[in-house]
């Protein structure tokens, strides 16, 4: 036995009672081992969540205990106790499976003899032994993290005229200082001009009860000239030499950089969110373009917004911008010499987001010298093959190269480019429909659209003087019911069914009798269809009256010369008779 294993305490578990039974007396009365027994998983879960033992033994046989399984659900348990699987089953496969499950070791059981069973002692001795080794080698861990930790803050202690006495050697890695750089200098030149006096202020107001201490976030130059922000909890105490003032400080500056992003990301989506809905309810595009750019200024991302449109014949015609004022001036002057700067060519040529990070490497382009911010976003608003124009984004110094900033201004362009579709489209359909509209009233011919209720939706002037209600009677939800004399209901309701149903065979025309506003009747031809996705029926009406009149008037007048002509034929043929002449 190794020294520390006589009071160990072990589980062993298993669902052969007669061989945990042997392995726990030989563990418990042959080695000095504390073993409790489990016969089952959730006995042995159990204590497992009550005590704490140094090791497991997994007595694993099937189909009395699976230990490869106990093993799995134990580790997912977050227990790290170390656990042999004494087994019977010889199989690689079982073998590898209990280790793969979180086993520390596999002991192929055959006999039970006291070799054996002093061969699972040495495996639990070992073990524990590794364990305990692991676990004082994560609490040195631990102990030295916290250590790197501690030691990687600043530490400052200033003299009465805030000279720098000491520095910790930390400050090389947070502000690029060699210790010794900064010996005898006064602290407040590493800070903001507009800092200096109120920190001395600050100072000079706890010397009054020292000791005294303060926090509070101040912003150091860097040996590269970039700002470090640091939490800093500063300390002023009394001295031989009059007082000192300890400065502990914590570089947050990642923190800081991170919260700018975080802070940066929601006002974009803030913005994003805002022209999602400019894109979805305007149906004008000038006003929507505008309103775009100025929830890209206001939300506070970028410095400027414009976008530059094509005219008919694809070159660039006119700005919508929002931060720019007088300065997009040239830009159109530009424009209206059909020069426009390389920067909006290659945009328009580009299918990506186009990328400038120094605007003074643009040469030709009049805002180079006249904006201060870091860079700019450009791209294409199109829609397949429709090109709308670009639009560009001033962006502040340090988020030109991020790709989360791309990505999301990806998205605000698609956004547009669809609107701007959508408004193209909303313009062709106004235009269609005031040309159909204007076909319809004007054509000399009875129209009418009715729905799959038959109800009267739109008529042109004709058919208000077919029927001899004003077009505002018609439209007011009139069925064709109302007009249709009632022995042509039938007919009728077949001919609208027929159009409805859409049968490609089935006839759309025939002849009916309408009932104008004064009661008279009219016998009337009518056509119908359906116009293709909208439910709705087109009806063209024929007046017959007329026409059936002269048919009757004709054919009663052939009915009585056919009548005169048969009784002249019988008056001849009485009169004649034979003549004969002598």
Avoid at 110 to 123: G, Q, W
Wanted: charged fraction near 30%.
């Amino acid at each position: 036995m190794s020294g520390g294993t006589e009071s160990a305490k072990i589980l062993m578990v298993g669902g052969d009672e007669v061989v945990l039974g042997t392995s726990a007396a030989h563990m418990g009365f042959k080695y000095a081992l504390d073993v409790q027994m489990a016969d089952s998983a959730a006995e042995a879960l159990k204590k497992l969540v009550s005590q704490d033992y140094e090791a497991i033994v997994l007595v694993h046989k099937e189909p009395y205990f699976d230990g490869i399984e106990f093993t799995k659900k134990v580790r997912e348990s977050g227990y790290q106790t170390p656990i042999i699987v004494y087994s019977s089953d010889r199989k690689e496969e079982t073998i590898l499976r209990a280790l793969g499950s979180g086993a520390n070791f596999y002991l192929r059981r055959d006999s039970s003899t006291e070799a054996e069973f002093a061969v699972l002692f040495s495996l639990i001795n070992e073990s524990m032994a590794r364990h305990r080794a692991e676990e004082a080698i994560a609490h040195n861990a631990r102990r030295f993290s916290m250590l790197i930790q501690n030691m990687s803050e600043l530490v400052l202690v200033l003299d009465d005229d805030l000279l720098i006495r000491y520095v910790s050697p930390s400050v090389g890695k947070i502000l690029g200082y060699e210790t010794e750089e900064l010996m005898g200098r006064s602290f407040l030149t590493l800070l903001p001009e507009g800092r200096r006096s109120k920190w001395r202020a600050t100072v000079t107001s706890h010397k009054d009860e020292p000791p005294s201490s303060w926090r509070e976030e101040v912003c150091i130059r860097s040996k590269g000239g970039s700002w470090a922000v640091l939490d800093s909890i500063a300390s002023v105490f009394v001295t031989d030499d009059g007082h000192e003032t300890l400065i502990n400080a914590r570089d947050i500056t990642g923190k800081k950089n991170q919260e700018m992003l975080v802070e940066r990301t929601n006002a974009l989506l803030r913005t994003i969110a805002n022209i999602h809905q400019r894109c979805l309810r305007n149906s004008c595009p000038d006003d929507m373009l505008r309103g775009i750019c100025e929830e890209f200024v206001d939300g506070g991302c970028f410095e400027y917004a414009w976008v530059a449109l094509l005219d008919d014949e694809k070159r660039f015609s006119s700005i919508t911008e929002a931060g720019l004022g007088p300065r997009v001036d040239p830009i159109l002057d530009r424009f209206e010499r059909e020069d426009p700067p390389a920067c909006c060519t290659k945009a328009l040529n580009s299918p990506e987001l186009f990328r400038v990070n120094d605007p003074s490497s643009c040469g030709n382009c009049p805002l180079a010298t006249t904006v201060c911010c870091n860079g700019t976003f450009s791209s294409r608003l199109s829609h397949g093959e429709e090109h709308f124009g670009i639009l560009t984004l001033g962006v502040p110094k340090g988020y030109v190269d991020r790709e989360e900033e791309r990505i999301l201004i990806a998205s605000v362009i698609e956004d547009t480019s669809f609107a701007m579709h959508d408004c193209s489209l909303q313009r062709q359909l106004i235009s269609s429909e005031q040309r159909y509209k204007a076909i319809f009233e004007n054509t000399g011919t009875a129209m009418v659209i009715d729905d799959e209720e038959m109800r009267v939706i739109l008529v042109n002037t004709e058919f208000s003087k077919l029927t001899g209600y004003s077009k505002s009677e018609l439209e007011n939800d009139m069925s064709w019911m109302e007009l249709i004399h009632e022995e042509d209901f039938d007919k009728f309701k077949s001919l609208h069914r027929t159009v409805v149903d859409n049968s490609e065979e089935a006839q759309r025309s025939c002849e009916f009798r309408l009932v104008t506003k004064d009661g008279s009747v009219k016998e009337v031809w009518g056509f119908a269809d359906l116009i293709p996705g909208t439910g709705k029926g087109v009806a063209t009406v024929f007046d017959l009256t007329d026409q059936k009149r002269m048919e009757q008037t004709l054919r009663s007048q052939i009915k009585t010369q056919d009548e005169v002509l048969e009784s002249m034929i019988g008056g001849i043929k009485v009169m004649g008779r034979p003549i004969k002449y002598k």
